[in-house]
């Protein structure tokens, strides 16, 4: 069964990079590894989804490695909005969608 | 469009009572999942289904059963809610080609269980 590990929380502030990782083993090796954001009060929102290398859309990056044991979200001069939790989400191999716990992610002014 | 929609948004239940959760999607979606999400916890997946006339269990799955008639529609119901059923539980879609393909949540439904 895969297991995903990230950071419970990180702070950083306005205009910075900020790359949180989640730690992934055993998934599947055809899926894709999907990563969301949440705000309070409301439902996960897709942000950016890729399989190997690196994925860049308007929002974000997303770097995995060749083995595809870890997944790096990038933000690129974040601002307060983009204070909420961050998950991957990832595909084991029984065919089981896993969700990270969440990285509660803090932009200070 | 609406994408995915639930209803009720919230609902306050006594010990016992029961309820049906509804989710409708208008995109044509072929999966369909439930989750629960407790406060300050990660999504926990309930039942999920992968096209009109099939459900399957999820991670936590005790004291639920779904129903997905219309491909369209995936119901989530509670025959005798508990205490520990207070939690949000959000639906969410996938066209259903990428397994984990983009999901598509809805609002959510906040459900309190006295």
């Known amino acids: 069964l895969a297991k995903t590990t990230q950071p419970i929380s990180m702070d950083s502030y306005e205009g910075q990079e900020v790359n949180i990782t989640c730690s992934h083993n055993?998934?599947?090796?055809?899926?894709?590894i999907t990563w969301y954001q949440q705000f309070p009060s409301q439902g996960p929102r897709f942000i950016i989804q890729?399989?190997?290398?690196?994925v860049t859309n308007e929002v974000a990056s997303l770097f995995i490695p060749a083995d595809r044991k870890s997944s790096t979200l990038s933000l690129p001069r974040v601002s307060l909005s983009d204070t909420a939790v961050y998950y991957c989400?990832?595909?084991?191999?029984?065919?089981?969608?896993?969700w990270g716990a969440g990285t509660k992610l803090i932009i200070k002014p | 469009n609406a994408g995915v929609t639930q209803t009720p948004k919230f609902r306050v239940l006594k010990t016992g009572q029961s309820m049906t959760l509804l989710c409708a999607q208008d995109?044509?979606?072929?999966?369909m999942y439930w989750y629960r999400q407790d406060p300050g916890m990660g999504l926990r997946l309930i039942h999920y289904s992968v096209g009109e006339g099939t459900t399957a269990k999820g991670e936590v799955p005790d004291g639920y059963n779904v129903s997905r008639l219309k491909k369209q529609n995936f119901l989530l119901g509670l025959e005798s809610a508990a205490p520990s059923q207070t939690s949000v539980y959000f639906c969410a879609s996938n066209i259903g080609l990428l397994r984990t393909g983009e999901l598509f949540f809805g609002e959510g439904s906040r459900l309190t269980v006295l």
């Open positions: 055993n998934i599947a090796t055809n899926d894709y």
């Open positions: 995109m044509n979606h072929e999966y």
């Open positions: 890729g399989y190997k290398t690196k």
């Open positions: 989400l990832v595909g084991d191999s029984n065919y089981q969608l896993i």
